[in-house]
């Protein structure tokens, strides 16, 4: 008996994976935790819990820093349970009063805290000097692992971002995705978690016919002979998805023949036809063909095989320019081939348990009997009903997952044929037996959020959890639109120059130090700083235009690759870095060096306001990370680090840390390295790197 190839390809893969598994395991531990009671204001928070542990539902007390300009405190204080279990009025003249006694009498209160203060429903503090020494010691003492912590230590997240398709140009959709889905893989690992990245490779879908396209188009100069690899193989699908088209009517037909080209390159294909009736029926044989083709490669066909291996690299060397010009790395690669077989098999067990059923007429009937009824008492439209009801004769046949919330699932077409969903919802099982999650985390576009809320409800329901309460979440970010008319790119529109767009973004940066390698404030960078400075800068400043702003919204694409450079720059990836450098000149130019300074003997009591609000923004950094990662929101941490950039820079201005290179203020160079190390670590989680020196 003939071996099946890709049965052997998938055993290998899934012995890889088993093996870079604990790899990611043991490479996480080895990075170690910071624990949360390291962090000076973690204590200090659970200190002033302490002070009312006695007090009912003081465990829900938020303790919060607040603008001392504003308020003439530095912390509020409120409890939410008190407010929401006994009404403002009842929690603001018994419990207040309660709380600030309790406060009053702790011996920590007393060393820490100058006033306390009640206002409305919070009480305020004012911190001693001393407080301010403590937390920038944190910082330094912490320094590179400074915002990180152990909160989520012994958990686990299985993060799906990037997803290529196999003979495709990757888009705008995908930059998004793998720029999101690794800064968001750098902050749940911040946070503590395990993150093990994978990368879901869109490998088997289509590809009977497009391997079915090659073979017949390749020795016919169907396409220039300058093209190669991926760039050939996207010729390859553009002209298959030209063939389906035309076959749908007479009109789509008539309206490529209208291209010389097309017609030519239709008729290399598919051989010569008269009228649309003949076309059709070569189109038809052609489909065939392609199934019959993808058939001997699900079996496991030698040269099918091996045709479709070729290609495979032939994505992936384009897929890999990108990943290594943005220095991302997944842990895994898993195509969709890897769970064919294994997709197929859990269809069958379904049918067999009563997990899946056939959508038969007689399920049709009931279902279009509910849309009606749901039309006629006025919850639904009647564009909504004609939608369902088309659906519903769409799926007849069809092998479904009655969903509980009404909804159902396709799993398998009538044909016996699989498709997409089938592999997403064996993926789901394999990634829960494999990695024994605490979440999985799918960042993927928000146009197929229907198709993740049904895939969580089918896996579920089908009980592939195993019972445990596993996060399953859709990460979703919003599109590229069009800056001139805000309309969504398409896939074509997107797909082009992405790897390009990075290398001018990075020419662009070395041009700058070119201008600026003369005049009386011209720097000397050699050659390599000057290449290495210009892709930090680029990379930097694409990540951080992208997670700037909450995902969900769209980004505005200019069709000018020279704006989008500039946009890049101007989002604030690269004034976090100059403002980093900033405080790193200062830091070199001092006589003396942080490490000789104690701390201990300087006095913090004639702080400035912006001092003050710098040293509680760099101590809000951890807080921040956490939130992040709980939000799934590295907007949050893009927001915060440019806010400290801001406070940081007209601190540059305003006030001196040295004379003539002498230090005169050592608390202030104290300050500068810990503004500096707050947001050169902040801003690694966001997948930029400052370089030392600008």
């Given amino acids: 008996m003939q071996q099946n190839l890709l049965e052997v390809w998938n055993s290998s893969i899934s012995e890889q994976v088993n093996k870079k598994k604990d790899e990611v395991i043991k490479k996480r531990e080895a990075a170690g935790y910071v624990p949360l009671a390291e962090y000076v204001f973690e204590d200090f928070k659970k200190q002033l819990r302490d002070t009312n542990k006695d007090v009912e539902g003081f465990d829900t007390v938020e303790i919060e820093f607040i603008d001392r300009e504003k308020f003439n405190a530095d912390i509020a204080i409120k409890v939410p349970h008190l407010m929401k279990t006994y009404g403002i009025p009842t929690y603001t003249k018994e419990y207040i009063p309660q709380i600030i006694s309790n406060l009053e009498r702790s011996s920590f209160v007393k060393e820490h805290i100058e006033k306390i203060t009640p206002t409305g429903i919070y009480i305020n503090l004012l911190m001693k000097p001393g407080c301010f020494s403590c937390l920038i010691n944190n910082v330094l003492v912490l320094g590179d692992r400074y915002g990180y912590s152990d ?11 990037s997803s290529p398709n196999m003979a495709k140009h990757l888009h705008a959709g995908h930059v998004r995705s793998t720029i999101i889905g690794e800064v968001l893989a750098k902050i749940y690992e911040a946070t503590g978690y395990t993150v093990h990245r994978l990368n879901y490779l869109n490998d088997w879908g289509g590809m009977g016919a497009i391997m079915e396209a090659y073979l017949r188009l390749k020795d016919k100069n169907a396409w220039s002979l300058d093209l190669s690899g991926n760039d050939m193989l996207y010729q390859v699908y553009l002209i298959v998805r030209t063939a389906e088209k035309m076959s749908t009517n007479k009109s789509e037909f008539d309206k490529f023949l209208l291209g010389t080209d097309q017609n030519d390159v239709i008729k290399k294909l598919l051989g010569d036809f008269a009228d649309f009736a003949e076309y059709k029926n070569k189109y038809v044989e052609f489909v065939e063909a392609g199934k019959e083709r993808f058939r001997k ?27 290594e010009i943005l220095n991302i790395k997944h842990d895994y690669l898993l195509g969709e081939s890897f769970y064919a077989k294994s997709g197929a098999d859990l269809v069958k067990e379904l049918l067999k348990t009563g997990g899946a059923v056939q959508f038969t007429q007689e399920l049709a009937d009931v279902e279009i009997k509910k849309a009606q009824l749901a039309f006629e008492a006025g919850t639904i439209k009647k564009a909504v009903l004609e939608k369902l009801l088309e659906e519903i004769s769409h799926d007849i046949g069809a092998y479904v997952i009655m969903l509980p919330s009404g909804s159902r699932m396709v799993i398998m077409r009538a044909d016996g044929a699989t498709i997409y969903a089938t592999r997403d919802l064996v993926s ?6 494999t990695f024994i999650p605490s979440r999985l985390v799918y960042e993927v ?25 596993i996060g399953l979440e859709h990460v979703y970010h919003g599109f590229y639109v069009d800056a001139a008319t ?29 201008e ?66 900033r405080a790193r000149s200062i830091l070199r130019k001092s006589d003396k060096k942080v490490e000789d300074i104690n701390i201990d003997t300087l006095d913090f009591s004639k702080l400035e306001n912006v001092e ?33 950039a801001n406070d940081y820079n007209s601190y540059y201005e305003n006030f001196d840390v040295l004379e003539s290179g002498k230090l005169v203020y050592p608390h202030r160079l104290l300050i500068s390295s810990a503004v500096a190390t707050a947001m050169a670590n902040g801003l690694k989680l966001c997948h930029a790197e400052a370089p030392e020196r600008i």
Avoid: C
Wanted: charged fraction near 30%; aromatic fraction near 10%.
């Fill in 151 to 161: 909160k989520h230590r012994g958990e686990s997240i299985v993060l799906d971002y």
């Fill in 297 to 323: 490669l699900e079996d496991g066909g030698k040269d099918e095989f091996a045709l479709w291996q070729k290609m495979r690299e032939w994505s992936l060397s384009e897929f890999n320019k990108f990943y």
């Fill in 428 to 433: 789901a099982k394999h990634r829960l037996e």
């Fill in 445 to 469: 576009g928000q146009e197929q959020t229907e198709h993740f809320k049904h895939l969580f409800e089918a896996v579920l329901t089908l009980n592939l959890n195993k019972g445990a309460n």
């Fill in 486 to 514: 805000g309309q969504k790119l398409s896939s074509r529109e997107g797909a082009q120059n992405v790897v390009s767009l990075v290398e001018e973004s990075i020419k662009y940066f070395r041009n700058k130090y070119e």
């Fill in 516 to 581: 600026r390698s003369t005049g009386e404030k011209a720097q000397n960078f050699t050659d390599e700083e000057k290449e290495k400075n210009s892709k930090l800068l680029a990379v930097g400043s694409i990540a951080f235009n992208d997670i700037k702003q909450d995902k969900k919204f769209p980004i505005a694409f200019h069709k000018e690759l020279d704006k989008n450079i500039r946009n890049f720059e101007e989002s604030g990836g690269a004034y976090i870095m100059y403002s980093i450098a």
């Fill in 612 to 644: 003050i609000s710098l040293i509680k923004k760099v101590a809000e950094l951890p807080i921040v990370v956490r939130k992040a990662a709980e939000t799934d929101n590295p907007a949050t941490l893009a927001e915060h680090l440019l806010h400290i």
